[in-house]
């Protein structure tokens, strides 16, 4: 029998696919079957965090002992608390709320808030906390299925094949994997096409399975870059190479083996050059001159001419200086050496181009070449640029660790719209010829819902989520909601801070706020609910107070919650409903132990628990290096959300709060910003690897593999024989080999579609 004590890797499945792995003993149902009702009153407590069993879970769990079953449900219940949120506790300011606050007078909210303040948070008004009425919503339940070992490495493989940047969090399940999995070497492909993976493992080798050499990593490794990369990583900075990195010590086995990385790379001079600052700052702590053997050479040549020498006139200045000239045809020959920067540049060349057609035809020449995402983000861009005038703003998210949004108006010279459309067709012909290099998928269905999910191009600076959801996607509001829960949990710090509060007497304090800005359908703002406002009669909204101290780092800590009425926003001229969460007293989210934000779906906001876990939609923890979040923008007209996780540094001087109201223009734009995305959706990426790779279905229950958020197992009608009569039967047969993706399946998509 498997020890079910709690590993990560436990956790890596429930989280990712809703799984668990376990090994019952040999029992048949009929010697176990006593122990059904211990089964059953097992799956009511699950079901109370909004999960329950598949019919193969189910199966399995009557072949457990009883010693077996209470040891599955002790390592279950805590991870699926965790999953949700529920391991901890919900303590706002008004035990009653909503209809506390609701009722209340102006006057005892005012007195409570000023007592509570002038506590420095210490002081909360005590109410007795009144029985509630049993939670009435019906809400669909996840399904938690059997897992296996296999589908731990399948995560695995898929997240370090990505062909986009992945999240912190992926890291960490990539580097867990590694740690616990000794077979991990098996599953390593022999690729990593994406650059900053390359780096990210190439340190978890160097750090946690120590190499002599470079031999076993050095195939990785094709440019300077990319070796700089890695030397970025082994110093914990950013590698993506946005922001600078203080450079650490290397050891003298790790300078040596970035020096034979770089012996392997071409054309190195250029690539010094192309981040020549921080070559010369790695310089300094590589010595390369110290190695002098001729294997070297040309290492310490392109290092001797970085010090030496001007900045020669490399490739990208060739090419700007076509540009500046105005010689596009110039320009597009030179860039066919390099199609994934002809990609990037290929809307300017267009637009300033005297025969349009002449650039696209070159285009046309090593469309093959380039890389998959960048295709799809081009294809995605001429099809908006075909729409111009119905696209208001451009988006921009900026390369690093920090989830920030540009916002500029579209100004861009129009494009004639057959131009647009060649070029999107040249990219969608490219991509699916692509595509047909890869594995056959057979017969593909594909739920039309899957247009409102964005493709997950970058995660690098996603938050740690119950599910993974990529900005911009917009998914549904539950049918029956009638209003959207927000809540903030945190605890106080045990680090002093530089306050700016006199006498500095909040050592440790942490204020966190959560708010809630109204908006009309042309993003104008009509109200708010924050701790500066706890209601807003109109739209039915209303906070549970201003809680400003955090309690104990290891106490039960504190909470707000936000409850505002989808209908009554809808019904009274207002559409968006922007969530954010400040830091009050302006610490970084990054260097707080405890702080989460989720929101609940609730269809009587009355009944049940103010937290109830199977209500909660989401749940995330805040970590970026930021003190504002925006995690989350409601639709109330479409009774849609559309995730947002955004962060922005507070917006006002240190003399005033850190609240709604200061950074209320920042927060407006980058929501704005949201809702024009024009990114490529994952139905699109779907239907061109079915049509490269397979073909399509309209009926699930014929398909090879579904696409689809509706896990229900597909079936087949088969004729059986009646042993009994002699005569066939239809019987309906369940079709558990065939493989679902979810939308939330972020790593299956950027590791076997993109």
């Known amino acids: 029998m498997k020890n079910f004590k709690l590993t990560e890797l436990d956790k890596i499945l429930l989280r990712r696919k809703h799984s668990v792995m376990f090994e019952p003993a040999d029992m048949t149902y009929e010697q176990s079957k006593t122990e059904k009702a211990l089964v059953v009153s097992g799956l009511k407590n699950v079901q109370a965090l909004g999960f329950t069993f598949s019919k193969e879970l189910i199966e399995k769990a009557f072949h457990f002992t009883r010693d077996e079953f209470t040891a599955f449900y002790g390592f279950l219940i805590p991870a699926l608390k965790e999953l949700v949120g529920a391991d901890v506790t919900y303590n706002p300011m008004y035990p009653n709320f909503p209809q506390q606050v609701a009722e209340a007078s102006d006057i005892e909210l005012f007195i409570n808030a000023i007592v509570h303040y002038w506590s420095f948070g210490t002081l909360i008004p005590e109410y007795e906390k009144n029985e509630r009425l049993p939670l009435i919503d019906d809400n669909k339940m996840a399904v938690l299925s059997v897992g296996s070992h296999d589908d731990l490495m399948t995560i695995f493989t898929n997240l370090v094949e990505s062909k986009a940047s992945i999240s912190e969090q992926d890291k960490e399940d990539i580097e867990t994997i590694i740690l616990a999995c000794p077979d991990y070497t098996t599953y390593f492909p022999d690729t990593i096409p994406l650059k900053e993976n390359v780096a990210f493992v190439g340190k978890l080798i160097i750090e946690k399975a120590p190499i002599k050499s470079a031999d076993s990593i050095g195939k990785y490794f094709k440019t300077a870059t990319d070796v700089l990369r890695l030397v970025t990583a082994l110093s914990d900075g950013d590698i993506s190479l946005a922001s600078k990195t203080k450079y650490r010590n290397l050891r003298r086995v790790e300078r040596r083996m970035i020096m034979d990385l770089l012996t392997g790379c071409g054309n190195i001079t250029e690539d010094l050059f192309r981040y020549q600052y921080e070559w010369i700052r790695v310089a300094e702590i590589l010595h390369p001159f110290e190695y002098k053997k ?406 699930r229950n014929e398909a090879d593999i579904i696409f689809s958020n509706d896990t229900t197992v597909p079936y087949e009608i088969v004729n059986e024989l009646d042993e009994v009569t002699g005569t066939t039967k239809p019987v309906v047969k369940e079709k558990p080999e065939v493989p679902i993706i979810t939308a939330f399946d972020t790593d299956y998509f950027m590791g076997q579609l993109l």
């Not at 020449?365 to 081009?378: D, G, H, W, Y």
């Not at 909204?541 to 809680?547: F, K, T």
């Open 294 to 699: 001729a294997k070297y050479s040309n290492v310490n040549a392109a290092f001797n001419t970085l010090r030496n020498e001007k900045k020669p006139l490399m490739f990208a200045g060739k090419v700007q200086a076509a540009i500046t000239a105005k010689d596009m045809r110039e320009a597009a020959t030179l860039l066919k050496a390099r199609p994934g920067e002809f990609a990037r540049q290929l809307d300017k060349l267009i637009r300033d181009a005297d025969n349009p057609n002449y650039i696209v035809n070159c285009f046309k020449e090593v469309a093959t070449e380039i890389s998959t995402p960048v295709l799809l983000q081009v294809r995605q861009h001429f099809i908006g640029r075909m729409e111009n005038d119905n696209q208001p703003v451009r988006v921009f998210f900026p390369k690093g660790n920090l989830a920030k949004a540009m916002v500029i108006r579209n100004e861009l010279p129009k494009i004639n719209s057959n131009v647009c459309k060649n070029v999107a067709r040249i990219c969608r012909e490219a991509l699916i010829e692509q595509y047909k290099e890869k594995d056959f998928l057979g017969k593909v269905y594909i739920d039309e819902d899957f247009k409102n999910y964005l493709v997950p191009f970058s995660q690098r600076s996603a938050s740690k989520a119950v599910k993974t959801i990529v900005r911009g996607s917009k998914l549904p509001i539950k049918e029956d909601a009638a209003a959207v829960r927000g809540f903030i949990w945190w605890t106080n710090t045990d680090k002093t801070r530089n306050s700016w509060d006199a006498g500095n007497y909040c050592k440790g304090r942490v204020d966190i706020d959560l708010s809630a800005t109204i908006y009309d359908e042309n993003w104008q703002y009509v109200d708010r609910v924050s701790y500066t406002q706890l209601r807003s009669a109109k739209y039915r909204a209303y906070h549970s107070g201003d809680i400003t101290n955090g309690g104990n780092v290891n106490g039960d800590g504190v909470a707000e919650f936000i409850d505002v009425e989808i209908d009554a926003v809808a019904k009274n001229a207002g559409r968006y409903i922007a969530f954010q969460v400040y830091s009050f007293t302006r610490q970084h989210f990054s260097t707080l132990p405890n702080c989460r934000f989720g929101w609940m779906e609730r269809e009587d906001v009355n009944s049940g628990e103010i937290f109830e876990p199977q209500t909660v939609e989401m749940k995330i923890d805040l970590t970026a290096d930021s003190t504002v979040a925006i995690p989350v923008i409601f639709d109330c007209v479409e009774r849609k959300f559309i995730w947002c996780d955004m962060n922005l540094q507070n917006a006002s001087s240190r003399f005033y709060g850190n609240n709604l109201e200061s950074n209320l223009h920042g927060v407006t734009a980058t929501c704005y910003g949201l809702t024009h995305l024009n990114k490529a959706n994952i139905y699109d990426l779907i239907m061109m690897n079915a049509i490269a790779r397979g073909s399509i279905v309209t009926d």
